[in-house]
């Protein structure tokens, strides 16, 4: 139940709405914008440096939907082309890419139906940056038409609109590596899987070289030998060992390995195939996993990004360094992130954001040493009349310390308890995810509205190493929500929230918290809202085990047959008669990870034990309420539930 999220308004229609609001002003001096500033798809995503650095393309949205554009580097953005079928309604756009200095490849996903049950299909399609070449991908090995198609591999540095793909064979379930030429669609095996393959690894060459599968909670990695013989280089339990994530190669012998052997947070370390042995230690932090890593379009890595209470990018690369400090020098009070650069490495996208600031991309010019602006994220928001977001940290009631973030209305600030806030408490989806020290529209939304909002990383959570998201595992409903619970409890032992007003409200996995805080503490807050969340845990991991690798969904939430006891006892379905607080269901149309009948039921049963509760379907929307319109709905119905059931 990972969430994810992303989509937006027509730009016009946000300035008018801004119009009528910016003479509404609270006591506090803070803007209150209209619900669109806040539910609009960012007005720029991910733009990308074709490899030539001549073109920038990104994404933006167009009738509320990502659509891809191309400009010129160094002319206005406002100006870049409009492949105009990329705003097709048939289909969302997930990410695009170069693969050469002319062309792009998309990765889509559309709704679709297979044996009567409902699907997420992805595809891939080929564009020309002007619009002259579009190829739609229909990948298939014989009759067999495989419903994901977008798993790539590698992109191939080296060679131009050829790309490596991992997807299955056949109706067997095999997963198989293949070749597939972007422009001729054409489609070549380059290695053999199997049922249980989860990941193919290739090295500095471009060649497969590793091959990783699962079976049941055990992970296998393969090293591909001279004459294409596969044997083991690890084998281990993926829960009980420690880990082994190859991320590539620096030449035949070494690779890039995230591992844990040293303790439990992730790492990033060198290994020796010949040796069988770590070798270098790249970065290990003492408190948090390695976040991402940060690679050159080669695919060296030059350093890595982690999360504590704020963001940081470590660099062991030389040219990494300089760059990354000139940037730092330039932008002194953002988190600099670099995104890509051309081949040359003379020109670099950099994203630039603080915790209350949605983000700004900009160019940098190693040549002149000068940054210039490409796009802000969200123009209509003004990063000085949002709130800030500020760290907090407690004690859950067994005493392990938890970390949050509290996102403040404009002008507030967790020491001045002179004011008692009303609270929104708002659990993370996953529940193996969590939340970060950024801008989150939903959030940042709320505190405009004058709601502190609380967002906690409870036990299983993941980022702060592997003992502490094991302590979540089969706390779906126990432990986890004991977290929530006391931090929101924490919160108003500081003097700053306000005792008994709160609500609760969460999407995915924190929308069946939110259920469970309602069931499980029916005096503690004042109302709960639940966005696609479960609400029959035992039909949920019914549902799971229909899917590859279920032994992992089954040790982190339970098995349906072993644990059946405890997945009714922590179901919201049945703990129904224990809620007294009012209850918002609200459920996207075409979910397929968390179908709707979980909010249609939960709201049947509601009802029929007297119960206060409102159901609100998002016509066509999807899990991760991926456009304008869904987060419009989204918010405008929180809007007016908390109004009704929460004080200001």
């Known amino acids: 139940m990972q969430q994810q999220t992303k989509t937006g308004f027509a730009l016009f229609g946000v300035l008018m709405c801004l119009a009528t609001f910016l003479g509404t002003i609270r006591a506090s001096s803070a803007v209150e914008y209209p619900v669109s500033a806040f539910a609009n798809l960012p007005n720029m995503e991910f733009p990308a440096l074709s490899p030539d650095g001549r073109y920038i393309a990104f994404l933006r949205p167009v009738n509320g939907r990502r659509a891809l554009f191309v400009g010129r580097r160094g002319v206005p953005h406002t ?64 009759r067999y038409r495989p419903q994901v198609q977008t798993d790539v591999i590698d992109f191939l540095y080296a060679e131009p609109n050829q790309i490596l793909i991992s997807m299955e064979a056949n109706s067997d379930g095999r997963i198989d590596a293949f070749r597939l030429n972007t422009r001729s669609g054409r489609l070549r095996t380059e290695a053999r899987g199997t049922v249980n393959t989860h990941r193919w690894v290739t090295d500095h060459q471009g060649l497969i070289r590793i091959r990783i599968d699962v079976v049941g909670t055990e992970k296998r990695v393969f090293l591909r030998q001279p004459g294409g013989n596969w044997r083991i280089l690890r084998r281990f339990d993926f829960f009980d060992d420690p880990d082994f994530q190859p991320h590539g190669f620096i030449d035949d012998d070494t690779l890039y390995v995230v591992s844990t052997h040293e303790n439990d947070r992730r790492g990033l370390y060198t290994f020796s195939i010949s ?13 948090v996993d390695v976040l991402s890593l940060g690679r050159y379009r080669d695919g060296k890595i030059w350093g890595v990004q982690y999360a504590t209470d704020h963001f940081a990018t470590k660099t062991f690369e030389p040219d990494a360094a300089r760059v990354h400090g000139a940037v730092n020098r330039l932008l002194p009070d953002t988190f600099n992130f670099f995104l890509n650069h051309s081949d040359d490495k003379q020109y670099y996208i950099f994203y630039a954001a603080t915790a209350n600031d949605p983000g700004t991309y900009y160019l940098y010019d190693d040549t002149s040493g000068q940054v210039s602006m490409i796009s802000r994220r969200y123009p209509i928001l003004d990063p000085n009349k949002l709130g800030r977001v500020a760290p907090f940290k407690f004690k859950a009631r067994d005493g392990l310390e938890i970390s949050a973030y509290v996102t403040l209305p404009a002008g507030a600030r967790l020491s001045d308890t002179t004011k008692k806030w009303p609270v929104v408490v708002m659990p993370h989806g996953g529940p193996r995810s969590r939340d970060y020290p950024s801008f989150d529209y939903a959030a940042h939304f709320l505190a405009n509205r004058g709601y502190a909002v609380l967002r906690i990383n409870f036990r299983g959570s993941l980022g702060y190493g592997r003992a502490f998201e094991a302590l979540g595992f089969r706390q779906w409903g126990g432990t986890i929500q004991e977290d929530i619970t006391d931090g929101y409890r924490a919160l108003v032992a500081t003097g700053f929230a306000a005792p008994s007003n709160a609500c609760i409200l969460g999407g995915s996995f924190g929308g069946y918290s939110a259920l469970m805080g309602a069931a499980r503490w029916p005096a503690l807050y004042r109302c709960a809202i639940s966005v696609n969340g479960a609400t029959d845990l035992l039909r949920f991991a019914r549902f799971a085990k229909s899917y590859r690798f279920s032994d992992l969904v089954a040790r982190r939430l339970g098995d349906p047959i072993r644990d059946a006891r405890l997945l009714r006892d922590t179901s919201p379905l049945n703990l129904a008669d224990r809620i007294r607080i009012p209850v918002l269901l609200i459920h996207a149309e075409n979910d397929r990870r968390v179908t709707p009948d979980h909010s249609q039921e939960m709201y049947d049963t509601l009802l029929a034990s007297g119960k206060r509760a409102e159901l609100s379907i998002i016509p066509g929307s999807d899990h991760g309420l991926s456009r304008s319109a869904y987060r419009t709905r989204y918010l405008s119905d929180v809007e007016r539930f908390l109004e009704q059931h929460l004080k200001r």
């Open 79 to 142: 100006e870049a082309r409009h492949l105009e079928f990329t705003a097709d309604i048939d289909f969302n756009i997930d990410w695009f890419r170069w693969v050469s200095n002319r062309n792009l490849i998309l990765a889509t996903n559309f709704t679709g139906k297979r044996n009567g049950l409902q699907t997420i299909e992805t595809r891939l399609v080929t564009v020309a940056r002007d619009g002259g070449f579009i190829k739609s991908h229909e990948l298939r090995r014989g």
């Open 275 to 287: 040796q069988d042995d770590f070798q270098e230690h790249l970065f290990l932090h003492e408190k």
